[in-house]
Each structure stands twice: as C-alpha cells, then as structure tokens.
C-alpha cells in the first residue's frame, strides 16, 4: 500500500515515516508539512494512494477540512491526533482508525492490519451465478455476456466497460460493478481497473497485458492489487 502523511509537526511526522519504512505491508511514501500540498499532489496521483495518515490541528488547512475536501474519494485515513475530540468528526468520515499522539509502533501495526483487511474485502465482488446483464444502451438496454468484458475502467463519476465489439459509458461507481461482477470471473487490479481473470495474457510488474479486437492493451496493475492476484492465480514455478 502506498501512502501519505500529513502532519505540520515535524517530529511526529518523521516518527510516522520511521514505522512506515519498517512494515512490510506498505510500500511507497509521500509526506507533507501541511494538508495544501497533499490535496494538490493528491490531484496529480490519486490513483497511487492506498492510505493517508492524517494530523486535525493544522494550520491554513486543518485535517476536518482536508476530508471534506476530498469529499467521497475511496482512499482510506488514518487520524493521527494528540486530542480525543476529533473522534466524533472522524467517525462521520468513516476513517479506518483513529490513533492517539504519542503513537507506539504496536498500535500503528494494528491500524495498518486493519487498512490492509479493509483493502482485500473492497477488492473482492461479491459471487453471482449469471452469466450476464444488461446495460442501458440509448434507450434500449442491451443483454452484455461477462465473457465478452475484457475489463471495466473508472473515469470520474462513469465507468466504461470494454467488450471484444463495443465500449459502454455508464453512470455508475467501481463499487456498485464490483458488487455486480461475478468475483471468480474479475479482479481489481488497480483503484480505476478492474479485469476479466480470463482475458489476462501477461502479467508484468506495473502492467497486465490483454487481448482485445485491435491488438494488445496494457492495463496499470498496483503493487498491493498484483501481490493478490499472484496469490490467487495458478502459478507454476521452481
């Protein structure tokens, strides 16, 4: 999992980046003094982050802020606070745990468990024994058979499936298709894609290859999303 931290206070901020180097569950970092930068670097590669640890009392922008600036983005947070008060505010944006300055390596393990749980259940549809479904095309709905998706993207608040033969713009979330696709047919493999397992001809390390009607696409794979789809496979090796 790749990660920011946000904290005007430098200690604890380089404390944060001391036990994010030492767990093996995260990847990358990015850290920043004040939640200004972090919403404009957020801007540029959102796709990349997995989690936020996140101070309240900052100056210009404060962390209550910073949430509701980011609005319903599907990165977790993890409040890293000195006072107790912001509990109630943290609740209401459903953050993945709250921790307590001065924060111990133990209790920021059990935070991190608790993001990476949270993570798998999110990337996992739920099972469905149809075999197909029907998109609103103009207006006619259109019968569309899972084996002919080879993958469904997130642009903004649409997704577009992508068939052998045409592409389907929808007004819909990433969450409401996972919920929709069969879980033993697709995988996410990153924050914007998820895959038809059966269409995957290669995997790289940052890319899987697909075929599709005009040659091979290459799709971003994230490191924590391929490290699942790894496990789930059947892989032959030495």
């Avoid at 801007?43 to 936020?52: A, N, R, V, W």
């Avoid at 977790?76 to 745990?97: C, R």
């Avoid at 921790?99 to 133990?106: A, D, E, H, Q, S």
């Avoid at 999303?225 to 496979?233: M, T």
């Amino acid at each position: 999992m790749n990660c920011l931290i946000i904290d005007d206070d430098k200690l604890s901020r380089k404390l944060l980046e001391k036990f994010v180097e030492k767990t093996d569950l995260l990847d990358e970092y990015y850290s920043f003094s004040n939640a200004i930068d972090a919403i404009n670097f957020l801007k540029k590669d959102d796709d990349e982050i997995d989690l936020i640890f996140l101070d309240i009392e900052m100056p210009d922008m404060n962390g209550v802020e910073f949430m509701q600036s980011i609005g319903d983005h599907p990165v977790q947070i993890i409040v890293v606070s000195s006072k107790e008060k912001y509990a109630l505010d943290a609740i209401e944006y459903n953050v993945t745990d709250y921790l307590l300055k001065p924060v111990t390596y133990v209790r920021f393990l059990k935070a991190i468990e608790k993001a990476v749980s949270k993570l798998h259940e999110e990337m996992l549809p739920s099972s469905s024994s149809k075999d197909d479904f029907f998109i609103r095309n103009n207006a006619s709905l259109k019968r569309v058979s899972y084996d002919d998706v080879i993958w469904v993207e997130a642009m903004e608040n649409y997704i577009v499936v992508n068939t052998y033969d045409e592409r389907y713009t929808i007004h819909f979330t990433m969450k409401a298709i996972m919920d929709q696709l069969p879980v033993e047919r697709f995988f996410r493999i990153h924050r914007s894609y998820i895959v038809n397992r059966r269409k995957i001809e290669t995997i790289k390390t940052s890319t899987v290859e697909v075929n599709t009607s005009e040659g091979v696409q290459s799709l971003p794979i994230g490191k924590s999303y391929r490290e699942l789809l790894l496990r789930d496979i059947n892989l032959l090796s030495k």
